[in-house]
């Protein structure tokens, strides 16, 4: 079980961060992702670190946004900096066993959803 924790409302070049804490499974032994859905559109990749501890983002995050684990707590965290109001959206963060490289980014092999934290930005 994935809980997301962390949003909220925050004025555009502000900083967030948040958490996706692990029940029931230890997350450095598998891949875990943010995804974001902004209303009417559909949901995207944000970040991801596998279980070797590499990471990688969305182009349109590299140099704000930056995914860590903190395998003491069981937590993996986005910190979100320069925040603009774009990025206005529920932010899920996913666990998934077995993912490849290559499938990263697809949202439909993550086998554990949290229930999503909003983050809106203002202007």
């Known amino acids: 079980q994935l809980q997301a924790s962390g949003g909220g409302l925050v004025q555009a070049g502000g900083s967030l961060r948040l958490s996706c804490a692990a029940s029931g499974r230890t997350l450095s032994t598998v891949s875990v992702a943010w995804f974001r859905q902004a209303p009417g559109k559909e949901r995207e990749f944000v970040a991801a670190?596998?279980?070797?501890?590499?990471?990688y983002s969305a182009d349109f995050v590299k140099g704000r946004f930056a995914i860590s684990r903190d395998t003491a707590k069981n937590t993996v965290h986005l910190q979100m900096n320069s925040l603009k109001p774009d990025d206005t959206a529920v932010y899920y963060c996913?666990?998934?066993?077995?993912?490849?490289?290559?499938?990263?980014?697809?949202?439909?092999?993550?086998?554990?959803w949290g229930q999503g934290t909003l983050v809106t930005v203002s202007s």
């Open positions: 996913a666990a998934g066993v077995g993912v490849i490289l290559s499938a990263l980014r697809d949202p439909s092999v993550y086998n554990y």
């Open positions: 670190i596998r279980y070797s501890g590499s990471t």
